[in-house]
Nanobody
Framework: QVQLVESGGGLVRPGGSLRLSCAASVASVNVFSIYTMGWYRQAPGNQRELVAG??????????NYPDSVKGRFTISRDNAKKTVYLQMNSLSPGDTAVYYC?????????WGQGTQVTVSS
């Protein structure tokens, strides 16, 4: 079973950038590489929403983003390090939320503990 640990959250001014990391504790690089990985966020009073996804090796590492973050957020993965990243640029207060890493394959879905991102002047 994979375990996920996020890092990189914090306080940033509007217009700033942050890079989140999600390290997976999993048996092998080969196992990690087949997981579809995603970043979600949840602001107080809101539902958890997908902000970036990247397919596993069978899907060619295809990425997807909602319109709200397209062009500002970039997801990437380093299978050798069993880590997925979320580069966030041009942040605004509306991006303030707890950001969660997710790993999914078949009926299995695993969540990290979340990392707080606060965008404020």
């Amino acid at each position: 079973q994979v375990q996920l640990v996020e890092s990189g959250g914090g306080l940033v001014r509007p217009g700033g950038s942050l890079r989140l990391s999600c390290a997976a504790s999993v048996a092998s690089v080969n196992v990690f590489s087949i997981y579809t990985m995603g970043w979600y966020r949840q602001a107080p009073g809101n539902q958890r929403e997908l902000v970036a996804g990247i397919s596993g090796i069978s899907g060619g590492g295809k990425t997807n983003y909602p319109d709200s973050v397209k062009g500002r957020f970039t997801i990437s993965r380093d299978n050798a390090k069993k880590t997925v990243y979320l580069q966030m640029n041009s942040l605004s207060p509306g991006d303030t939320a707890v950001y969660y890493c997710n790993a999914a394959i078949g009926s299995i879905t695993v969540w990290g503990q979340g990392t707080q991102v606060t965008v404020s002047s």
